[in-house]
């Protein structure tokens, strides 16, 4: 009999490799890779190709009338947001984000809100004990909530007990790491076992048509299975984001079947658990302290919502060595190459300075639109004038300092004029480009068409000549 083929899989990105090796070629983790017996050796074997009996499937043309999927709303509306409007019955959602940071009370307060709309739910964790979560629940106020509480592992003896909750609408299960099967031989938390305890869960969500939330935490190590290795099989993946060090907590949506990816959800952590918030700019500027060099206001977008957010920027002299470029919050590739591009083509000099760049209040931007935000902080850190307060930054910088519009920025402008900004610094729009956009009529918009007219209106602190456009 042939020998059984083993196959090695990346318990942090979910590769597979016909060999074992220290290290993944894939996303270069170390240490990550797992034994796992390959699929054709697995109990039954492979079915031949090209079996012909089976019943007949229909096929349907593209168009028809399929209805959108139901929701049920969490009430959240910052979770609700980022779903899409809500949880879809018989779907998988997957909450991913590093210990600590906030899934469980994230996932108990909407459980406690949903079972409180009459809906069944049922909370089974695996890694605390039901005292630990009935004093978690005391702290958040939510202990008459009519959520039902378990703490299990053993995924026969939960898979058994679901099926006597025919009306469950949601079954939250906090970690899935911690759930085992005995079906499969391997430790409980590798690759194999958080496979086969998902797979048969989303099975019974499906069969059962209840939602079903995971709770997955990803690890730097991979001494656990990433959640990433489930990605593919769950209809919704969501990041729980933040620094423990900040109060701010955004639930960023990777993946959904249902609905748009990259909406955010903006929460803060407070002594009685997370708070939505409803108008993220106004926190994220709540500690700009204005008059001080190297800080400038960069209209974002996350999803469809605008943000705005300080971009902080530092730089201390290094005459010797390789000077250091710490990023936090931003891209390091896109930060060295707008230094280079400052330096080449509005003749800069930060090669003999050290380049500390922050998004204030720990938010991550990814957005290219950032561009302009932070050469402003960047030029005014160089040259030590503040840029204008009352002023906003968005906009594309290419290689050769042009600068490029960017998408939305209609709804940049409008939310800098809610929140009291009287200018906004953008890219000059083409001559028969993109259509007109409404300037709100407090916001005054001034036009840049390259990097050295940033220059102009940072390092001088002089305005140009305005164009006004108002609506
Ligand atoms: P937790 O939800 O247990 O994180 P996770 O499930 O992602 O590991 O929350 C962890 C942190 O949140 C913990 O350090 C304490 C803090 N916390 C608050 O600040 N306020 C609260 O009301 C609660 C419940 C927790
Ligand atoms: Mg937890």
């Known amino acids: 009999?042939?020998?059984?083929?083993?196959?090695?899989?990346?318990?942090?990105?979910?590769?597979?490799?016909?060999?074992?090796?220290?290290?993944?070629?894939?996303?270069?983790a170390w240490n990550t890779l797992e034994e796992q017996l390959a699929p054709q050796t697995m109990p039954g074997g492979i079915k031949p190709v090209g079996r012909r009996t089976g019943a007949k499937i229909e096929f349907v043309g593209l168009e028809g009338t399929s209805p959108p999927p139901p929701r049920v709303p969490t009430t959240i509306a910052e979770f609700d947001r980022v779903l899409g409007g809500g949880l879809v019955p018989a779907s998988v959602v997957m909450v991913g984000g590093d210990p600590g940071i906030g899934k469980s009370t994230l996932l108990l307060q909407a459980s406690a809100a949903l079972g409180r709309a009459g809906k069944r739910v049922l909370y089974i964790t695996g890694e605390e004990s039901v005292d630990q979560i009935r004093l978690r629940a005391a702290r958040l106020g939510l202990s008459k909530s009519p959520v039902e509480l378990a703490a299990a592992t053993q995924l026969g003896d939960i898979l058994a007990s679901l099926g006597q909750f025919p009306d469950a609408a949601l079954v939250v299960i906090d970690s899935i790491q911690t759930m085992w099967t005995d079906t499969v031989d391997s430790a409980p938390g590798s690759v194999t076992q958080v496979r086969a305890a998902a797979f048969e869960l989303i099975r019974a969500a499906k069969a059962q048509g209840?939602?079903?939330?995971?709770?997955?935490?990803?690890?730097?190590?991979?001494?656990l299975a990433g959640p990433r290795v489930l990605e593919h099989m769950v209809d919704v993946v969501l990041h729980f984001?933040?620094?423990r060090g900040h109060q701010?907590?955004?639930?960023?949506?990777?993946?959904?079947?249902?609905?748009?990816?990259?909406?955010?959800?903006?929460?803060?952590?407070?002594?009685?658990?997370?708070?939505?918030?409803?108008?993220?700019?106004?926190?994220?500027?709540?500690?700009?302290r204005g008059n001080v060099s190297?800080?400038?206001v960069f209209a974002g977008l996350e999803g469809s919502r605008p943000v705005l957010v300080e971009i902080q920027?530092?730089?201390?002299?290094?005459?010797?060595?390789?000077?250091?470029?710490?990023?936090?919050?931003?891209?390091?590739?896109?930060?060295s190459m707008l230094l280079a591009v400052l330096e080449t083509r509005c003749g800069l000099k930060l090669a003999m300075n050290d380049v500390y760049l922050n998004v204030a209040g720990g938010l991550r931007v990814n957005e290219p639109a950032a561009d302009l935000a932070v050469a402003a902080a960047l030029i005014s850190a160089a040259?030590?004038?503040?840029?204008?307060?009352?002023?906003?930054?968005?906009?594309e910088i290419g290689l050769s300092g042009e600068?490029?519009?960017?998408?939305?920025?209609?709804?940049?402008?409008?939310?800098?004029?809610?929140?009291?900004?009287?200018?906004?610094?953008?890219?000059?729009?083409?001559?028969?480009?993109?259509?007109?956009?409404?300037?709100?009529?407090?916001?005054?918009?001034?036009?840049l068409g390259h990097l050295t007219d940033l220059v102009g209106v940072v390092a001088t602190g002089q305005k140009p000549g305005r164009k006004e456009e108002q609506e």
């Not at 000077?323 to 390091?332: E, L, Q, T």
């Not at 040259?383 to 906009?395: A, L, N, R, W, Y």
């Not at 940049?412 to 906004?424: I, S, V």
Request: hydrophobic share 40%; net charge positive.
């Open 1 to 28: 009999m042939a020998k059984p083929a083993k196959t090695y899989v990346c318990a942090a990105c979910g590769s597979v490799f016909p060999k074992w090796a220290g290290r993944c070629e894939a996303c270069g």
């Open 210 to 223: 209840f939602s079903l939330l995971l709770v997955g935490h990803v690890t730097k190590e991979g001494s």
């Open 241 to 243: 984001e933040g620094d």
């Open 248 to 288: 701010f907590r955004i639930l960023r949506g990777v993946k959904n079947r249902f609905g748009a990816t990259d909406e955010i959800g903006v929460f803060e952590m407070t002594g009685q658990g997370l708070a939505e918030v409803l108008n993220p700019s106004a926190l994220f500027l709540a500690e700009r």
């Open 294 to 296: 190297g800080s400038a």
């Open 313 to 335: 920027c530092l730089l201390a002299p290094n005459p010797g060595g390789s000077p250091r470029r710490s990023v936090i919050g931003w891209d390091s590739g896109r930060l």
């Open 383 to 395: 040259s030590d004038v503040p840029t204008d307060p009352q002023m906003v930054f968005f906009g």
């Open 403 to 447: 600068l490029r519009q960017v998408a939305q920025a209609e709804l940049r402008l409008k939310e800098a004029a809610k929140l009291g900004f009287g200018r906004a610094a953008s890219p000059k729009r083409v001559a028969g480009g993109a259509a007109k956009i409404a300037v709100p009529k407090t916001l005054a918009l001034v036009e």
